[in-house]
Each structure stands twice: as structure tokens, then as C-alpha cells.
């Protein structure tokens, strides 16, 4: 049971470049959000999806976009790559968004 | 927007002491509360939560939390803290599918 698979670990990109974060889990959970983590700040939602073909905006979405087609899988966005997005992105899921979250390992990003 | 607080950014105890991590949360309704735990490099795990009840949760690894609703806490508590306890501790609130952390706080425990 392998729970929430983010892809790739570490990733480094020029400003203006896009790029996708790949989300994956395998516990059939309905909720699932990104959220990036920046030091003295804790996590911060960025967009989150309470079912198939459901997504909404937390606290932080502006630079990103998200879908959400199967269930499985919760792809994040960024379309154009700023210096400010550089950060740790954590993908996480859940039964329902008021239920404890599973986290992936993260995906380190650095934007220069 | 509810906002969680975590007063002490980093706190050093001796291994074998007790240890009590702060949080205050600021929605008034009846909250959904957690605290996590991150080791360096690794996601966040699950310590324990509270939706209503019990006012004293128990959670893995020996920790224990109270909710306090005249004083908007949930303070997080070991009595006899080990070296592997050192990691990086968020409380988090979620509101409507929103979930919000503190800004953590980092245990650091000296031999």
C-alpha cells in the first residue's frame, strides 16, 4: 500500500517555465489539497478537491492550477514559474476534508 | 479566516523530561483539531485529533492533548520525552474542507 506518491522529489526550473507536480493515492480517498511549506510559516493550502471533478481554492492558489479527472491522481500546476514559488509542496488526501490527512513526502522546488 | 497560533518557535527539553507544546486556535464553533508531527526530510504524521467529547485525546508515541475551549487551546503533552521525539510539531485546525496549520515548533532534546 504505497498512500500518497508525489513526483518528483526534487525539482529545479527557470523563471517563466511551467511545470506539473504530480499527485497520486491509492486509498481511494475523496479529499485531497496541496499545500507548500516555507520556513517560520507552517503549511499553507493552495487548492484542494472533495471529489472527482471538484476542486476549490484554499489559502494561497494564485500562480496555480489544479483538476482533478480520477480520483486517484491530484496534478498541481504552475504556469509560469516565479522565484516566490519556491518552496517544499506537500500533497495530501483523506476520506473528507475534516477527516486527518495522509501526506506524501513532498516535492522540493526551486525556482531561479 | 480561522488562524492557528503556536507561540514557542523552538524548544529545547532534556530527554526524559516532560514536554507540553502550546496551540491556540481561533475558530469558536466546535473545531476539528490535530496535531502533527515532521521529522527532517519526511511528510507530516498524524499524532492525534479531536472533534468533540473526551476533552483529553490520546495519540501515538505516548503524546496526549487537552481541549480547552474557554481558553481556545490544545496544548500537546509527554511526560517523559526521547531522543526520537525530536522533529518539528504543527498544530492544525480545519474549518469547511479548510485546513489550517501553525507555524510549528521545533523540539530539540539534548541527552
Known amino acids: 500500500n504505497a498512500g500518497v506518491t508525489q513526483t518528483p522529489k526534487f525539482q529545479v526550473l527557470k523563471t517563466g517555465q511551467s511545470m506539473t507536480l504530480q499527485c497520486a493515492q491509492d486509498m481511494n480517498h475523496e479529499y485531497m489539497s496541496w499545500y507548500r511549506q516555507d520556513p517560520g510559516m507552517g503549511l499553507r493550502l493552495i487548492h484542494y478537491s472533495v471529489g472527482a471533478g471538484i476542486t476549490d481554492q484554499g489559502e494561497v492558489p494564485n500562480g496555480y492550477n489544479v483538476s482533478r479527472s480520477t480520483t486517484e491522481d491530484f496534478p498541481l500546476r504552475l504556469l509560469s514559474a516565479a522565484p516566490s514559488q519556491t518552496s517544499v509542496y506537500f500533497c495530501?488526501?483523506?476520506?473528507?476534508?475534516?477527516?486527518?490527512?495522509?501526506f506524501g513526502d513532498g516535492t522540493r522546488l526551486s525556482i531561479l | 479566516a480561522q488562524s492557528v497560533t503556536q507561540p514557542d518557535i523552538h524548544i529545547t527539553v532534556s530527554e526524559g523530561a516532560s514536554l507540553e507544546l502550546r496551540c491556540n486556535y481561533s475558530y469558536g464553533a466546535t473545531p476539528y483539531l490535530f496535531w502533527y508531527v515532521q521529522s527532517p526530510g519526511q511528510g507530516l504524521q498524524l499524532l492525534l485529533k479531536?472533534?468533540?467529547?473526551?476533552?483529553l485525546v490520546q495519540g501515538i508515541k505516548g503524546f496526549e492533548a487537552e481541549f480547552k475551549r474557554s481558553q481556545s487551546s490544545f496544548n500537546l503533552r509527554k511526560p517523559s520525552v526521547h531522543w526520537s521525539d525530536a522533529a518539528e510539531y504543527f498544530c492544525?485546525?480545519?474549518?469547511?474542507?479548510?485546513?489550517?496549520f501553525g507555524a510549528g515548533t521545533r523540539l530539540t532534546v539534548k541527552p
Open positions: 495530501a488526501s483523506s476520506y473528507q476534508g475534516y477527516q486527518p490527512q495522509h
Open positions: 492544525a485546525e480545519v474549518d469547511n474542507n479548510d485546513m489550517r
Open positions: 479531536y472533534f468533540s467529547g473526551d476533552t
